[in-house]
């Protein structure tokens, strides 16, 4: 189906005429039998999106892999998280194939269940006038359709978009001549089955920084708005993940509050804000359907359904407290996060065959947990396979990465996809899980630290539960996080980090609580040790006279700031 080729006895030959199908122009020609006009369109295919990007390193794959050719029918499977624009994708070469290729037949499959998938192999065949399909009975239709397909000389493309099940498409998969015929399909599983018998994977990712810039100026220069993109365009992006349906919201949310991209960022960063209210319904412009909250989330009921371990759930929301860049493997090998999935492991799911009516169901109780052990007892601990196991499911349902080669990275998440599972918390849920996360981290920290591999992990779990780890005190990895930097002579960057932390414990625990002390302490030290003497001697002169009105001239505390400010005054110049 290349374009600018021959179109002798093409919709551009003899005989040929135009019909307008939903505003595009497809030009027809009759064929032998009666009733049929190509080319034929079945099912609906997607308008594109305003202000689409060509996702230039997509498509060369894709082309790649059409150019290569073959004896049989190519099948590529675009794969991706959600929101990431699969489906435009593949709207764009269906389109493509009508507009630039002459096909004769495209047809659009949502392909969720088998019966769709049916359903729609069966209008095809109808509107086609397959052999054998009699319109009596659906999945043989269907099966004619296929037969029609695999034996044709007409053009055609099959859409199948996203699949949810790889059974359901199991039986249903188009194949004939690779001259004539093309299949594209869009999933976000990360399932082999899916790429079994000889189809091909392409993973579609979020846009790179060019594209979503070039996004942002595209759409509000179509406005006539293009000065709403401020100097926080870039740090806006990238607060989004690059993700294009977010990007998409955004951009219509800023044209309809007439926001800035830096005052759009100042909501957006709010943490009382919800991604709702920022990246609301209303400002699905393009018909997509969901919001971004629950797009990014879709496949958690799918996990739910069949994580047999019960911690995939539990894992997915401790996950979603630590830095989306990704943690150390040992984490999950550590007591307190052992003890946390095990304490809130899920009922594994029942299959409908086996499910027995119960007296108490519908009575919006959760389901009993199924950890192994009886009333009274402590629950077991998940071992490494089972664990393993619950972050495999996730990583099938693009709702994390699982790399497992990546010791110190094995697992990612998409920062708004972290959110949406923060937000799906209650405040005793986030705070048990911050606490959970926050000692984990600290039982798998190298002692002594030479490197500060997880200070951005811990900063990200501050920002992420700031107020979950300061009650009734911080906790200690907050003071572990900003120590690793000092040890690692990063002395700046630990200036930075102990002011922060000041100024969060002032506020929640108050200037004279013994760990704001501490911070303060911690800030002075820093100072000195990056060369800011007088800095540092300002800080430790005020401490000293808090450390003694509070604690005693006596307390260790108080002894120690004594003997920081007279080194310092006595080495002025020392860093």
């Not at 943490?271 to 997509?288: F, G, I």
């Amino acid at each position: 189906m290349g374009a600018g080729g021959d179109i002798t006895g093409s919709a551009l030959g003899d005989g040929g005429q135009v019909q307008h199908i939903n505003e595009q122009h497809i030009h027809h020609h009759p064929d032998v039998r009666e009733g049929v006009v190509w080319p034929v369109v079945a099912g609906q295919i997607p308008q594109l999106a305003s202000a689409s990007q060509l996702r230039t390193a997509v498509r060369e794959e894709v082309e790649a892999g059409r150019a290569a050719g073959g004896s049989v029918v190519l099948t590529q499977v675009l794969s991706g998280g959600g929101g990431v624009g699969k489906t435009q994708l593949a709207a764009a070469y269906a389109h493509q194939a009508l507009r630039e290729e002459h096909a004769d037949l495209v047809v659009w499959v949502a392909a969720a269940e088998e019966q769709q998938i049916v359903a729609a192999y069966a209008r095809a065949a109808s509107l086609v006038q397959a052999p054998g399909a009699a319109g009596t009975d659906p999945e043989g239709d269907a099966r004619a359709f296929l037969t029609w397909l695999a034996t044709t000389q007409r053009r055609w493309m099959v859409v199948l978009d996203d699949i949810a099940d790889p059974g359901a498409v199991r039986r249903w998969w188009p194949a004939g001549h690779a001259r004539v015929g093309w299949a594209l399909a869009t999933t976000r599983l990360e399932d082999a089955a899916i790429t079994g018998g000889g189809r091909t994977r392409v993973r579609v990712d979020v846009y790179t920084p060019g594209e979503a810039g070039a996004y942002l100026r595209e759409r509000l220069a179509a406005e006539g708005v293009v000065q709403l993109l401020d100097e926080g365009v870039g740090e806006l992006a990238s607060a989004l993940g690059f993700l294009p349906l977010a990007l998409g919201h955004a951009a219509a949310y800023m044209i309809n509050q007439h926001l800035t991209a830096g005052e759009y960022l100042d909501r957006f960063a709010d943490a009382q804000t919800r991604l709702d209210q920022v990246l609301p319904a209303s400002a699905d412009t393009e018909d997509y359907g969901r919001t971004v909250a629950a797009t990014l989330l879709v496949g958690l009921d799918a996990v739910r359904a069949v994580d047999t371990t019960g911690l995939a759930e539990p894992a997915v929301q401790l996950i979603s407290l630590l830095d989306p860049a990704g943690h150390p493997a040992r984490l999950w090998e550590t007591g307190p996060v052992l003890d946390h999935l095990a304490q809130h492991r899920a009922a594994a799911p029942v299959p409908a065959a086996e499910a027995a009516p119960s007296a108490s169901a519908g009575d919006g109780q959760l389901p009993a947990h199924t950890d192994g052990t009886g009333d009274g007892e402590e629950p077991q601990r998940p071992d490494a396979g089972k664990n393993r196991a619950a972050l495999r499911v996730l990583h099938r349902y693009a709702l994390i990465t699982h790399m497992p080669e990546e010791t110190s990275r094995v697992v990612r998440v998409h920062a708004l996809t972290a959110r949406a599972v923060r937000e799906t918390l209650t405040d005793a849920q986030l705070g048990h899980t911050a606490k959970a996360a926050a000692d984990g981290l600290l039982a798998c920290w190298p002692d002594p630290d030479t490197h500060p591999d997880h200070h951005e992990l811990a900063a990200a779990l501050r920002a992420n539960a700031d107020t979950h780890l300061w009650y009734p005190g911080g906790h200690v990895v907050l003071f572990r996080a900003g120590r690793s930097l000092n040890d690692a002579g990063l002395h700046t960057a630990a200036v930075a980090r102990w002011q922060q932390l000041k100024i969060t414990s002032e506020r929640i625990l108050g200037p004279e609580h013994p760990d704001t002390l501490t911070t303060r302490n911690n800030l002075a030290h820093s100072y000195w040790q990056d060369g800011r003497t007088q800095d540092a001697t300002r800080i430790e002169e005020q401490l000293l006279t808090d450390h003694q009105r509070i604690l005693g001239p006596e307390h260790p505390d108080t002894v120690g700031a004594r003997a920081a400010l007279a080194q310092w005054q006595e080495e002025p110049g020392k860093g």
